[in-house]
T-cell receptor, first 113, second 116 residues
Framework: DAKTTQPNSMESNEEEPVHLPCNHS???????IHWYRQLPSQGPEYVIH???SNVNNRMASLAIAEDRKSSTLILHRATLRDAAVYYC??????????????FGQGTILTVHP | EAGVVQSPRYKIIEKKQPVAFWCNPI?????LYWYRQNLGQGPELLIR????????DSQLPKDRFSAERLKGVDSTLKIQPAELGDSAVYLC??????????????FGPGTRLLVL
């Protein structure tokens, strides 16, 4: 399975933008980039996903590098409710990894008031 | 729309005892997943169902773990006998099959198991 690398932790202030990086240098051409987050004592929740083009939704934006070897999840205005573990996951198209979410350690985001 | 429902939310048992977890997925979702999450780690897939069929159970420790999804809706995950190392959060997720690698998984709140 293609792997992702994320910083262990990041900090932000409330109302400021947050850029969460993810490296995936071994990504294949058909892998989708998915982001999930997990709030304390809850199950993970879907945030956003993309393939090649940048994506926006009501929760966040996803910026994908032109070579697809890295991506950045952007929270435009962090709130205290955004404090969570953020996971960057490659969802594969082939073989036994098809549709399989493989979670890494993720990035622990702390938001200060 | 109701989300994924799991019960119980918490369970404390002594080692060697059996335990079972129940999951009701989102209505209409054909694909159901069971994950295990150890403290400080990301969730790990145990088993994935497409309707009633277990299509990926390669990570399920089959000597003590079993799962079923009768009628392709609710699912039960069982551990018998439980060991100290089974203490973890057991998460259930569901998705609407047909979207393949773009499909979103919806997770329940999990069952926190403590084995003493």
């Amino acid at each position: 399975d293609a792997k992702t690398t994320q910083p262990n932790s990041m900090e932000s202030n409330e109302e400021e933008p947050v850029h969460l990086p993810c490296n995936h240098s071994t990504i294949s051409g058909t892998d989708y980039i998915h982001w999930y987050r997990q709030l304390p004592s809850q199950g993970p929740e879907y945030v956003i996903h993309g393939l090649t083009s940048n994506v926006n939704n009501r929760m966040a934006s996803l910026a994908i590098a032109e070579d697809r070897k890295s991506s950045t999840l952007i929270l435009h205005r962090a709130t205290l409710r955004d404090a969570a573990v953020y996971y960057c996951i490659l969802l594969g198209a082939g073989g036994t990894s098809y549709g399989k979410l493989t979670f890494g350690q993720g990035t622990i985001l702390t938001v200060h008031p | 729309e109701a989300g994924v429902v799991q019960s119980p939310r918490y369970k404390i048992i002594e080692k060697k005892q059996p335990v079972a977890f129940w999951c009701n997925p989102i209505s209409g979702h054909n694909t159901l997943y069971w994950y295990r999450q150890n403290l400080g780690q990301g969730p790990e897939l145990l088993i994935r169902y497409e309707n009633e069929e277990a299509v990926d159970d390669s990570q399920l420790p089959k000597d003590r773990f079993s799962a079923e999804r009768l009628k392709g809706v609710d699912s039960t995950l069982k551990i018998q006998p439980a060991e100290l190392g089974d203490s973890a959060v057991y998460l259930c997720a569901s998705s609407s099959s047909g979207q393949g690698i773009k499909e979103t998984q919806y997770f329940g709140p999990g069952t926190r198991l403590l084995v003493l």
